[in-house]
């Protein structure tokens, strides 16, 4: 239920108003003055405004310019008398919906701010939309290990707490942060994702609060930023380790405070967000050598959860092929084929480093490779592996440890083999390889092969 403002100093000509606008099922709240006003608008509470143009204190147009600056999506509709036509028209042209003289029929002003509320939630399903919104999608596997992520998933989703996705590339953690979305009671607003690793330092503060116009070289428009556009929803920030220490330190305040200030602003501006944060870094490594603040990490850390990779839930992998193939096939207007036993042997005996991401892609080139025939195992383009020496495995103790050590061992190796195929070229070989360069370069240091291997 959307909450209408009516700043008016007449009482009982606010209290007509606000009768015919809860009867259309709003919330109403009332402001004698433009003081009053303003303050109203800027404890986060207000959809639209409907403002007369002469009120005690400050006057409608003041009130619409600091509503516009505090946030300018918030439609305000100008009340005038008939001899104030020219200054309505002067509020429009300075960012008024509209206005509407006075005296009139209270269902033209319902009718009014039902446009104004509609042009203003297109406006931000267009914005989400261009963001990359996409349906939620559905999480494949029985496995024990993903069943335990699902449950976590279903146990914090209805509250606000801030949750931290732990997980390698390709894991699928934004898959788990748009279930924790869906499952919310925020299901209905906007869920936002930004990757703070791929976008340029100097534009993520502009990215993530926006920008007032001429904040700095470029900035022509005003712009809304990631927290405005996710408010009263949820944003999804992947990546956060890489983050700037600077940044950092205003995410906090932010988290901390629950309002933010646009770039070149003046104004805090209250947002209502619920943050869940995704890295593949070890944040406490990070930590310890200076690159990721303690404090945030606490803050960010309200609810762990770790997405499994691959190799330790490969009971799944023959559903999520699955899934992946009747998809392709379907976007290719292909009917889907069986999987073979030939190809499911491969799939199961494959690494998978750059996990579900690597499956869904290689899924995906088998369909199309094989032109709607049956798929082969030389259409998935995976690369043949040796199998690690059972002399470097310690066969004794938990069978999980077991298997963690042979996929460290069959991971080394084929990192080892890459780089030496590629003369110690890191770009090529991430490529080969299928993950992200920061994350060939981290198992690179974990594993300790560099020296032995360029």
């Known amino acids: 239920m959307e909450t209408i403002l ?23 709240l009332w402001a004698k003055d433009g003081r009053t006003a303003i303050e109203q608008v800027r404890s986060g509470a207000v959809d639209l405004v409907v403002t007369d143009l002469k009120l005690p204190y400050k006057d409608g147009l003041a009130v619409l310019q600091e509503v516009k600056a505090y946030r300018f999506s918030i439609p305000v509709i100008v009340m005038t008398a008939y001899g104030s036509i ?54 494949i596997g029985k496995s024990a290990a993903i069943r335990h992520v699902v449950e976590q998933t279903q146990k914090v989703a209805p509250g606000k707490t801030t949750v931290l996705l732990h997980g390698e590339s390709g894991t699928g953690k934004e898959v788990f942060a748009r279930a924790v979305h869906a499952l919310s009671p925020r299901y209905d607003k906007a869920f936002v994702a ?30 809304i930023g990631k927290f405005e556009l996710a408010d009263k929803g949820t944003l999804f920030l992947d990546e956060i380790g890489d983050m700037d220490l600077a940044l950092q330190a205003k995410l906090l305040r932010v988290l901390e405070e629950g309002s933010m200030m646009r770039v070149g602003g003046v104004v805090k501006v209250k947002i209502d967000v619920r943050v869940i944060a995704a890295t593949n870094r070890d944040l406490a490594e990070a930590i310890a050598q200076k690159r990721f603040r303690e404090d945030l990490y606490f803050r960010l850390n309200v609810f762990p959860v770790t997405i499994p990779p691959l190799r330790e839930r490969r009971e799944d992998i023959p559903a999520l092929a699955e899934h992946f193939l009747v998809y392709y096939s379907r976007e290719m207007k292909r009917e889907p084929q069986p999987i073979s036993p030939a190809v499911l042997e491969r799939l199961m005996a494959h690494p998978w480093t750059g996990n579900v991401r690597e499956l869904q892609n290689s899924i995906e080139r ?15 383009g995976l690369r043949v592996h040796r199998e690690a020496h059972l002399a470097d495995i310690p066969l004794e103790g938990p069978l ?23 003369g110690g070229n890191k770009s090529r070989a991430a490529g080969i390889l299928q993950v992200s360069y920061k994350t060939l370069l981290t198992k690179i240091k974990d594993y300790n092969i560099e020296a032995a291997t360029v």
């Open 400 to 422: 999980h440890q077991v298997s963690e050590a042979a996929s460290r061992q069959v991971e080394i190796k084929m990192i080892r083999n890459v780089l030496h195929e590629t």
């Open 6 to 28: 009516i700043a008016e100093d007449r009482e009982s000509f606010a209290q007509m108003l606000s009768q015919a606008l809860t009867g259309a099922g709003f919330q109403t």
């Open 194 to 223: 930004i990757n703070c690793a791929a976008i340029p330092r100097e534009l993520l503060e502009s990215e993530f609060f926006g920008h007032e116009r001429g904040a700095f070289t470029g900035a022509t428009d005003k712009r």
């Open 366 to 380: 088998a369909v199309i490779l094989s032109e709607g025939g049956e798929i082969l195992p030389e259409h998935l």
């Open 86 to 139: 020219e200054m309505a028209v002067k509020a429009v042209k300075e960012g008024a919906h509209d206005f509407i003289a006075k005296p009139f029929d209270p269902d033209h002003l319902i009718l009014q701010i039902e446009k104004a509320l509609e042009r203003r939630r297109l406006t931000t399903e267009n914005l989400i939309l261009r963001e990359g919104q996409r349906s939620f999608p559905k999480i």
